[in-house]
């Protein structure tokens, strides 16, 4: 049965991603009760209500238990064993399973493989031995821990065998796996929803670029041809039916110079490449995970307009006060968002501008405009 509006929803975790779900829950008619730690988090002050208590505290998941008609998650890192928790007695999107596999590289990679996608090759490694015993593994090659990573953290390149040991000995020796390095085309993603019935509606594909691992701009549409792109739109459907996802699942992939999809991680959740609907979508990807949080139907994932997307880091705000923002606000056609964070850091996410225009490359002019004004 439907959650409706005026029904309270649980949010495990308090950053943007979970703001940006507040946002459009609240929007529909949504309380939202927020669990996150951290007292200051973005999600928390436009909550509901903000409980500033740890992932396994019991008392906070009995009170979120009791009052929400449904639960969610903006963050993989959450500890399963919460989620199976709530899960005896609230429905709670994604399950704790999906959860188990996003949570580690190794896992995730291994169950892309059992659908019969295609990865980068790889190897797992959790100790000095599995280092010695690659036998014709292809280098250069990236080795990056299992657990815990994002925006490029945790990972070392390895041009040849002989880095191996000393990368290890960089990322603590931790559990890891070693991953061939893609001659890289160019790398897209794809946000989806699926229903607990089973109907996937994908947002289109965005086309991703990085500036030290972590994404600087997205461009939608996607510049690769018609039939990649039903790879690409494949693949991610599979994987959600794979999973029986339920809620809102993004999808990584590397496009090779050889023209091969490979599927590079997901994300069980909005995603920051799918931050450009907000603006350029009839349904944004947070109301889209309301809808399929609440058990109801997808909104139409159609595009009104090309877009560029481009991340607001913390390197651009100055010691102690704020970019300005004044050029970027007199034009009409970007969008800013911000996080409501109040210390900026070199690759802390605060914010992002959705660049709309006519076309594809005007929207490209316009974000390399606002660009200019702010750095
Ligand atoms: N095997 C690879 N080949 C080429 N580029 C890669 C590879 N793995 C990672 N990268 C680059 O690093 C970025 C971040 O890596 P990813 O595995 O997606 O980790 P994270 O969890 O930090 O997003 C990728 O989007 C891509 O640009
Ligand atoms: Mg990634």
Redesign the pocket.
């Known amino acids: 049965m439907a959650v409706l509006p005026g029904s309270r929803l649980g949010m495990l975790g308090g950053g943007q991603l979970g703001r940006m779900f507040v946002i459009a829950a609240r929007t529909m008619g949504y309380d939202v009760i927020v669990l996150d730690p951290d007292r200051n988090s973005p999600a928390g002050g436009l909550a509901s209500e903000h409980l500033a208590r740890d992932y396994d505290d019991t008392e906070a998941l009995d009170y979120l238990a009791r009052n929400c008609a449904a639960i969610t998650t903006e963050f993989e890192n959450i500890p399963a064993v919460t989620l199976a928790y709530l899960a005896k007695s609230v429905p709670v999107h994604p399950s704790a399973k999906v959860l188990h596999i996003a949570q580690h590289r190794k896992l995730e990679k291994e169950f892309f493989r059992s659908l019969g996608l295609g990865t ?1 090759e790889f190897v797992a490694i959790e100790s000095e031995t599995d280092l010695e015993d690659l036998g014709e593994f292809p280098f250069p090659a ?1 080795l ?1 821990t299992s657990m815990l ?5 945790g ?1 070392v390149v390895c041009e040849s065998r002989d880095d191996l040991a000393a990368a290890f000995e960089q990322v603590g020796r931790k559990p890891c796996v070693l ?4 001659d ?1 085309a160019c ?1 897209v993603s794809v946000v989806l929803g699926r229903t607990e019935q089973g109907e996937v509606s994908c947002f289109p594909i965005a086309e ?1 670029s ?1 500036a030290g ?1 972590i994404l600087d701009v997205s461009l939608v549409p996607a510049s690769i041809n018609d039939k990649l792109a039903a790879q690409v739109i494949d693949a991610a459907s599979k994987i959600a039916d794979g999973l029986d996802y339920c809620g809102v699942l993004a999808v ?1 992939f ?1 496009v090779s110079t050889g023209n091969e999809v490979l599927v ?2 997901m994300a069980p959740r909005p995603h920051n490449s799918g931050h450009y609907t907000l603006d350029a979508c009839q349904t944004s990807q947070f109301e889209q995970q309301v809808r399929m949080v609440c058990g109801l139907p997808a909104g139409s994932t159609e595009l009104h307009t090309p877009v560029a997307m481009w991340n607001l880091l913390g390197d651009i705000w100055p010691d102690g006060g704020a970019p300005p923002w004044g050029s970027l606000l007199q034009l009409d056609q970007a969008k800013l968002h911000l996080y409501g964070k109040t210390e900026a850091r070199p690759g802390r996410k605060m914010g992002h501008v959705n660049c709309l225009g006519k076309t594809l490359p005007a929207a490209k002019k316009l974000l390399d405009k606002v660009r200019k004004s702010l750095q």
């Open positions: 980068a990236i990056k990573g994002y925006d490029g953290k990972q991953e061939q390095r893609i890289l790398e991703n990085h691992g990584e590397f590079n991680e």
